[in-house]
């Protein structure tokens, strides 16, 4: 291995640091006026490596796919940096970001609305080729039935309409688009929440199967943590658009020490019921506080079993309890959930 090599595997595929979206809001009277923004993502950091994934989880409205989005530079940032292969991309424009979608896609949750209803498959699939002006060897039609094939999509299919298919049928098809180019980092916001749970497992699949013939990296968004736990190297846990806890997956499902992760881990319905086995649910007291508002000092303490004095004075930073373990809570509490 030669230096070269070793300095690269270093450097993380993506790297985000304090990456802030704020959405601006205005009051709406005589005159419109500004109010105050909707914090969607607050100084959220992490990194991700080639052929890794990263599970994003947290309740619904937490900031998931606002990072997702403004990562890939699909929302502009409000704050913060994005690095990808040690570049930083915050601020690119024009060609530059063009050329650089080649190498980050997208996944979308609702397969339904993510295709055009008026486009045949084959042209949604080889809508990447044609934005980026790309012919690949042996022309787009050859390339998108491989596609085709390749998602386990029947490539004569390729004139058909997307209502002629199914839920799971469509998020291959969304898949293939997504990996037409063969990108480095695909954002998956939650691919099979909208799926049935037998089909959930064939498109999880597909995904595996993909990485580790491409080695790409995944960014995976699910409410769903057992399906997390099963796909991600490693699990960051939001809350009201901050990071709580992030962790190796195993470390996480088996040494959560946020008291939001143990609630979130204590609602995991458990597998074998018939066993007798009873998990004692954490219930968080109160409502979600609104991101336009959110609490002083850490943003979890008004829904927190632990919460002190402190935590509404100080705002907790995210301290490594353990290589790669991080955790931003004043009183981090080991536990076993699951
Ligand atoms: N375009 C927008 N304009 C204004 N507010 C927005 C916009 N997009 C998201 N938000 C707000 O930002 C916050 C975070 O939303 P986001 O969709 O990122 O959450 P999420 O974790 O993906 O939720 P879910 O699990 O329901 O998909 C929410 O309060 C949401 O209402
Ligand atoms: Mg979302």
Do not use: W
Request: proline share 8%; charged share 25%; net charge neutral.
């Amino acid at each position: 291995m030669t230096t070269d090599t070793i300095r690269d595997s270093r450097t993380p595929l993506l790297r985000l640091t304090n990456l802030t979206k704020y959405f601006p809001q205005f009051r709406q009277t005589l005159v419109k006026r500004p109010d105050k923004p909707i914090r969607a993502v607050d100084g959220v950091s992490f990194e991700l490596h080639a052929g890794e994934t990263i599970g994003l989880v947290g309740e619904s409205g937490c900031g998931k796919s606002t990072v997702g989005r403004t990562m890939l530079r699909l929302l502009e940032p409000t704050a913060g940096t994005i690095e990808f292969e040690g570049r930083d991309i915050t601020g690119i424009g024009g060609s530059e970001l063009r050329i650089l979608r080649r190498e980050m896609q997208m996944v979308f949750q609702d397969p339904f609305g993510s295709l055009n209803p008026r486009q045949t498959i084959g042209s949604i699939i080889a809508a990447p080729f044609e934005i980026q002006g790309i012919t690949p060897e042996g022309g787009r039609r050859k390339a998108v039935q491989q596609l085709m094939e390749r998602v386990g999509l029947n490539p004569e299919h390729y004139n058909r309409y997307p209502h002629e298919f199914s839920g799971g049928q469509r998020q291959r098809i969304g898949v293939a688009r997504a990996v037409a180019l063969k990108p480095k980092l695909v954002v998956c916001d939650e691919p099979v929440s909208a799926l049935d749970v037998s089909i959930q497992a064939q498109v999880i699949n597909l995904l595996e199967d993909i990485q580790n013939d491409q080695g790409l990296s995944y960014v995976f968004i699910a409410h769903d943590l057992s399906v997390v736990r099963h796909i991600s190297d490693r699990v960051v846990v939001m809350y009201l658009g901050k990071v709580m806890e992030e962790a190796e997956r195993d470390e996480l499902y088996e040494r959560p020490l946020h008291p939001y992760t143990h609630a979130l881990l204590s609602a995991v319905p458990i597998p074998d019921p018939e066993k007798g086995e009873r998990r004692p649910r954490i219930l968080l007291k109160g409502d979600l506080p609104s991101p336009q508002n959110p609490p002083s000092g850490c943003v979890f303490r008004t829904r927190c079993p632990r919460a002190e004095q402190r935590c509404a004075d100080e705002v907790p930073l995210p301290l490594e309890v353990t290589p790669g373990h991080r955790v931003a809570c004043h009183f981090p509490e080991e536990r076993t959930i699951l």
